[in-house]
């Protein structure tokens, strides 16, 4: 196992040289320019620069779907340990517990997890990030040791609501973060999969259903009835119809804090325009709210307004499992000759499209949006669905499981101190 002076000289040799890639790559190169003009991004000094194209690297696709740093991997010599950890990196947030001479211990808020982080950069230029502050940043683990690639924000131990609204929306971003160091917490999610695999079959008799944005919020909570206490509400006049399908622009996620609550805790009938919003249920990856999910579907037999912005985002989206694409591929004979039209491919068969397309899912952990928050206390604690009080029961085990459902043993979690 290499030191970690060695790794951090890997980690950043490596940096350097898919920076250098990306400069020198004509194909990659063009796709940068199109990224920062579609996204209306000037770069006026050098740090700007190595700010976005480090973005672009490590959490952006190319406009054929394909992750930057998977192209990197399949068109270079590379070490291929490192552009995994690339690739597995995420942000979030962390509470700093305790600052040590060449370390953070810290909290993963999304998580729950107790973790040693190294930064890229000597501790002597962190002096803005104190304990009990919450560190904002990217990590990425190699050899089981975390480390900081970057601090994007310290956020001041005396504003947690921030904190907590920017951790649930990493986790929202990156549901892996939701379960990271902590089996525990994974297990309890793929339970729960199981049970809303079971019951949305058992209540809506299918693997997938349509309404609107204004109703679906309501047809949400009545399954959720059903799932919690087999109240079966006939839902039929929560289904309706668009009067047109289209696709519009509604990222839910690029908005301030308190438009991003409102959204989450208000759901899709806040928005003001009218759209198709479909509940898919994948039985590996849990339930999944997909908004014009008929919409899609009516890209291979019509023509609705938004057509190739529509299929881009379906085919490069992460939000968006291969589940959907396997159903419309096994649907519409023209299914490939629509998507190749759009991207400009020459894809054959379905593998060849996931793989090119989809490939955050190779691994079968990445679990649903939906499933992750269902599950997370963090966010139940900010909408005040459960109290934040700590479980009291003196006759918990240390080594038992948390009643507080975060995964973890109770001596890590309400049992610590």
Not at 350 to 377: C, Q, R, W, Y
Request: aromatic share 12%.
């Amino acid at each position: 196992m290499p030191s970690v002076v060695d790794s951090l000289n890997l980690i950043s040799s490596t940096m350097e040289n898919i920076l250098d890639f990306v400069a020198n790559d004509e194909t990659l190169s063009n796709d940068f320019q199109q990224y920062l003009e579609a996204n209306n991004i000037e770069i006026e000094t050098e740090r700007d620069f190595n700010n976005i194209i480090i973005q672009y690297m490590l959490d952006m696709k190319m406009q054929n779907g394909l992750r930057v740093l998977e192209y990197y991997r399949r068109n270079s010599k590379s070490y291929d340990e490192i552009i995994d950890a690339l690739q597995n990196s995420f942000c979030s947030v962390f509470k700093v517990d305790k600052i040590l001479s060449n370390a953070y211990e810290v909290t993963c808020l999304t998580s729950g997890a107790n973790l040693t982080l190294i930064p890229m950069v000597k501790m002597t230029h962190l002096k803005q990030v104190g304990r009990y502050d919450y560190i904002q940043a990217r990590i990425l683990e190699l050899d089981n040791v975390q480390y900081i690639l970057e601090i994007y924000d310290v956020i001041s131990e005396y504003n947690p609501y921030s904190a907590t609204v920017q951790a649930i929306r990493y986790m929202l971003l990156n549901p892996k973060s939701a379960y990271f160091k902590n089996e525990g917490k994974k297990e309890v999610i793929e339970k729960s999969i199981e049970d809303f695999n079971t019951k949305f079959r058992e209540y809506f008799g299918c693997d997938f259903i349509v309404t609107t944005n204004k109703k679906v919020d309501l047809l949400i909570e009545a399954f959720n009835k059903y799932r919690e206490n087999s109240q079966k509400i006939d839902y039929k006049e929560l289904i309706e119809e668009v009067e047109e399908y289209r696709y519009l622009n509604i990222d839910e996620f690029n908005c301030d804090d308190e438009t991003f609550m409102q959204n989450a805790i208000g759901g899709f009938s806040s928005h003001k325009e009218i759209y198709d919003v479909g509940l898919w249920m994948d039985s590996k990856r849990g339930l999944y709210i997909i908004p014009f999910l008929n919409t899609f579907f009516n890209c291979f037999t019509k023509e609705p307004t938004g057509k190739i912005e529509c299929i881009k985002e379906f085919l490069t989206s992460d939000k968006i499992p291969p589940s959907v694409l396997k159903y419309a591929q096994n649907k519409y004979d023209n299914f490939f000759e629509v998507i190749n039209s759009v991207l400009n491919t020459k894809f054959e068969t379905l593998e060849e499209v996931l793989f090119n397309t989809k490939t955050a899912f190779i691994d079968s952990g990445v679990f649903s949006p939906v499933s992750v928050l269902f599950n997370s206390e963090l966010f139940s604690q900010l909408i005040g669905l459960k109290d934040e009080k700590k479980p009291e029961n003196k006759n918990i085990g240390r080594n038992e499981p948390c009643p507080c459902g975060s995964g973890l043993k109770y001596k890590n979690c309400c049992g610590k101190n």
